[in-house]
């Protein structure tokens, strides 16, 4: 009888055709060697007896990608309503107040906000024709459709999950129309050499999720961190952990 070649996760990785490997990531456990057969040689026998198991996988591999080519070209991430509802609950708005979400998208945002406080002048604005359109169709909320810089009136709060490349530009804009702004964005948006000084002069309350949010629809998270971050409003420079339903 042979002697068993163990051989670890990586190197079966290695050993097999790159677009194999997502599909050996989930079955990896149930791949064994023998004295007979290597792990690899093990996991391409497993392959060849289930090739419709093995497509499908290859084909979730393949939308991953896509979504992660496209995210970045369109700079548009849907704010999941636990993470809205969770900065709601700490918001400083009173009844009567005016409260504009900027760059609204497809009214995620929106709908939570409006949900939440229902007595308040809630207004959408998004520039990107279908994502207006979207947001029209999902809710009775009003909606404009226009370009956030270019928008010029007065709001007691304007809150936004802005388009990251843009975000201290949407930043600024909204400082000039609103005593108070709030903005979701990643933690490491405070780690930048050339936004520090405008972060000593501009400190915001932080507030942080507890849990990485998923903006791809299928759960998957980003490999960060997010929090609301509040200018105008709470405590300057300081940070708190945001409750979050576990539901």
Known sequence: MGQYRAESDEEVRQNIPSGSVEFFNRVR???????????????LQYAEDRPDEEIAAAEKLA??????????MLDFY?????????????????????ILDAGCGTGAILRQIGAQ????EILG??????????????TDLPIAHGDFFSHADRWDLIISNPP???ALEFVQHAMTLSPIVCMLLRLPWLASQRRAQWHRENPAQINVLPRRPSFTG?????????????????????YRILHVDPR
């Open 125 to 138: 604005l998004e520039k990107d024709e279908a994502r207006f359109r979207a947001a029209e169709a999902s």
């Open 117 to 120: 406080f229902p007595e308040n």
């Open 78 to 98: 849907e704010t999941p309503s636990w993470a809205v509802r969770a900065i709601g609950d700490v918001l400083p708005i009173a009844e009567n107040m005016r």
């Open 29 to 43: 456990h149930a791949i064994k060697g023998s004295d007979r057969l290597t792990r690899t040689e093990a996991f």
């Open 164 to 166: 990251y490349s843009h």
């Open 63 to 72: 939308e991953w990608r896509l979504k992660s080519i496209l995210r970045p």
């Open 218 to 238: 299928d759960g998957k998270t980003d490999a960060t961190e997010y929090a609301w971050f509040i200018w105008g409003s709470g405590d300057p420079g300081t």
